[in-house]
């Protein structure tokens, strides 16, 4: 937390977002100067779907679900991110409004930029540009293997390839296993792999008896990785 977090550690977590790699020493100094640190509160809305995009953020501990509301009034949780992972920038850099909600999950430490001050940086730090072309890439083929699995594969494949994401982002060594460390409800896990909490139930409980994953307390253990993974290539 920010009691105890250090300049030092605060800067190497920053460090780790993928869009300020490659950035000279002179350039990181004063994206660090540029920023400030900001906690937020369990169920604090960082931004709105539609809200002007005023800010950017890096996460440095706790998570934050990233939602969004369909035209028809459904809600898709497109990501749970975690610490070095940025926030916002894509849409801030653009001068767009928020296409997404963000909502710290548990009480998070962020570094926070004003939009205008990260458009001055991009206009004057070509790694950055190229950093910024690179994650827009990422992002467009994430959308197109998100609709690949809305369009082609089951309810099971997709739920093995939202746990697996999330333990990427997320997860943390326990044994053999790797527990995926944030409070998920059966809901989230349902809004982001396009289903109802009863599948989800349905399918956690029948990977529980077959020793893939354990639940309990909103945590969940993935114990068989390489059972999971393969899930997502069955037919």
Same mark, same amino acid.
């Given at each position: 937390?920010?009691?105890?977090?250090?300049?030092?550690?605060?800067? *190497?977590? %920053?460090? &780790?977002?993928? !869009?300020?790699?490659?950035?000279?020493?002179?350039?990181?100094?004063?994206?660090?100067?540029?920023?400030? !640190?900001?906690?937020?509160?369990?169920?604090?809305?960082?931004?709105?779907?539609?809200?002007?995009?005023?800010?950017?953020? %890096?996460?440095?501990?706790?998570?934050?679900?990233?939602? /969004? =509301?369909?035209?028809?009034?459904?809600? =898709?949780?497109?990501?749970?991110?975690?610490?070095?992972?940025?926030?916002?920038?894509?849409?801030?850099?653009?001068?767009?409004?928020?296409?997404?909600?963000?909502?710290?999950?548990?009480?998070?430490?962020?570094?926070?930029?004003?939009?205008?001050?990260?458009?001055?940086?991009?206009?004057?730090?070509?790694?950055?540009?190229?950093?910024?072309?690179? =994650?827009?890439?990422?992002?467009? $083929?994430?959308? +197109?293997?998100?609709? +690949? +699995?809305?369009?082609?594969?089951?309810?099971? /494949?997709?739920?093995?390839? *939202?746990?697996?994401?999330?333990?990427?982002?997320?997860?943390?060594?326990?044994?053999?296993? $790797?527990? $995926?460390?944030?409070?998920?409800?059966?809901?989230?896990?349902?809004?982001?792999?396009?289903?109802?909490?009863?599948?989800?139930? &349905?399918?956690?409980?029948?990977?529980?008896?077959? &020793? $893939?994953?354990?639940?309990?307390?909103?945590?969940?253990?993935?114990?068989?990785?390489? /059972?999971?993974?393969?899930?997502?290539?069955?037919?």
């Amino acid at each position: 937390m920010l009691r105890s977090m250090t300049p030092d550690a605060v800067a *190497s977590i %920053v460090a &780790r977002a993928e !869009l300020f790699r490659d950035l000279s020493p002179e350039d990181y100094a004063w994206l660090l100067d540029a920023g400030h !640190l900001q906690r937020a509160d369990a169920g604090e809305h960082l931004f709105n779907q539609g809200d002007p995009a005023r800010a950017c953020y %890096v996460v440095l501990s706790g998570e934050v679900r990233l939602a /969004q =509301v369909t035209p028809d009034g459904k809600r =898709v949780i497109i990501d749970i991110i975690g610490p070095g992972t940025h926030l916002g920038f894509l849409v801030a850099l653009t001068d767009r409004p928020y296409p997404i909600s963000a909502e710290v999950i548990e009480e998070s430490d962020l570094y926070v930029w004003d939009a205008e001050v990260m458009r001055s940086l991009l206009l004057k730090t070509p790694s950055l540009m190229m950093n910024v072309m690179g =994650v827009f890439t990422d992002r467009i $083929i994430c959308l +197109q293997r998100k609709v +690949q +699995q809305l369009a082609t594969e089951r309810v099971e /494949q997709r739920l093995a390839y *939202s746990l697996l994401m999330l333990s990427d982002h997320l997860g943390r060594r326990k044994g053999e296993g $790797i527990l $995926i460390n944030a409070p998920l409800t059966h809901q989230d896990l349902a809004e982001m792999s396009g289903t109802n909490i009863y599948s989800v139930s &349905r399918i956690l409980h029948r990977w529980e008896e077959d &020793r $893939i994953v354990e639940t309990g307390r909103k945590r969940i253990v993935i114990c068989s990785p390489e /059972q999971l993974r393969e899930l997502t290539h069955r037919t």
